[in-house]
């Protein structure tokens, strides 16, 4: 089984988050367009976040440090847990959680990120 490796990261000259591969330049972060190998976006190096391998339930990708919700009602962190060597869901009743692939295609939907939403994790026992 092979999973794409992939990153999205904020420009820097207009905040709008784009995805490709990862590489750097003269000392910076670069996102290189997915679809245009010649383009390459400044991002800030904070915003960087590999894609999981996962979809949620409307088939949106999962990328590091997004906020997903689980069965309607429950906010998560996605976050890169190094100890287990694989991604996780966080939040505060249940802890860290490594849900399997075909519990986020069926329950769990991508809402937002910790960048551009962390008013989204409020009330989720996040810092």
């Known amino acids: ?61 999962i990328y590091e440090g997004d906020i997903v919700r689980h069965n309607g009602n429950l906010e998560s962190l996605i976050e890169f847990d190094a100890e287990d060597a694989g991604f996780k869901s966080k939040n505060k009743y249940f802890g860290k959680l490594h849900p399997s692939k075909e519990f986020f295609k069926d329950h769990v939907e991508a809402i937002g990120n910790i960048y551009q939403h962390p008013h989204l994790l409020e009330g989720a026992g996040h810092d």
Not at 25 to 38: A, K, P, T
């Open 1 to 61: 089984m092979k999973r794409e490796i992939k990153f999205r990261g904020e420009r820097v000259d207009n905040d709008e988050f784009v995805y490709g591969y990862l590489t750097k330049m003269w000392g910076l972060l670069h996102i290189v367009d997915l679809n245009n190998e010649n383009l390459a976006y400044t991002v800030i190096p904070e915003t960087v976040c590999q894609f999981t391998g996962l979809h949620d339930k409307n088939g949106v990708e």
